[in-house]
């Protein structure tokens, strides 16, 4: 069902309802509200907002309406107005929440103390897992991942010269050795 903004509605009705409102008539705000709330919460539905961020949108929309109605251009348009201004602030509620980063101790790193043998235990597991999983690898891949963790480093010429390979194979190739010692992790995770 899709829900009018306000043509099929009796635009000279909404022009006075949208007048009334101006004038500040509290019936003609709660006629606006009953009229147009479903289509807000809509908009909001269909950018998938969060409850929480769907009300702050209906809430700023509304506030939006009371801030400009003394300005509307086209009064009997009210409708697709409030629903171009919904639309915009889901918009603006969706980018800020992909600028929002997480600082601080949202998800601290937990470092087990050096002197904690239950630590230094699930340290030595997991280095034998992943020796493991490297074993199981290619020599030609074992070789490529042990030179690009040495310390110190070793430069991609010094590199490329000892395993005659092209410097810009290096990347790619080190991509395709740790996708293949990402499978062999579950297999050594699991025996």
């Not at 201004?85 to 980018?95: F, I, K, P, S």
């Not at 980063?101 to 997991?126: F, K, S, T």
């Not at 040495?150 to 990347?171: C, K, N, Q, R, V």
Request: hydrophobic share 45%; glycine share 6%.
């Amino acid at each position: 069902m899709r829900i009018s903004t306000d043509r099929r509605e009796g635009n000279g009705d909404v022009a006075r309802l949208a007048r009334r409102a101006a004038a500040g008539e509290q019936q003609a705000w709660s006629e606006l509200i009953d009229r147009y709330s479903r289509l807000l919460w809509a908009i909001a539905h269909q950018h998938r907002l969060n409850a929480a961020d769907a009300a702050d949108v209906f809430q700023t929309t509304w506030l939006r309406l009371v801030e400009h109605i003394d300005g509307l251009s086209d009064p009997e348009r009210v409708g697709a107005w409030l629903a171009t201004t919904a639309r915009r602030e889901c918009l603006r509620v969706l980018r800020a929440g992909a600028r929002e980063l997480l600082a601080g101790d949202a998800m601290p790193d937990v470092v087990a103390p050096l002197d904690d043998p239950a630590g230094r235990l699930i340290g030595a597991e997991r280095d034998a897992e992943l020796w493991q999983a490297l074993a199981r690898l290619r020599p030609r891949d074992q070789e490529l991942l042990r030179m690009l963790v040495a310390d110190p480093a070793p430069s991609y010429d010094e590199i490329a010269g000892t395993l005659a390979m092209p410097i810009g194979s290096i990347g790619p190739t080190r991509g395709r050795c740790l996708a293949r010692l990402r499978k062999e992790l579950p297999a050594a995770c699991a025996a």
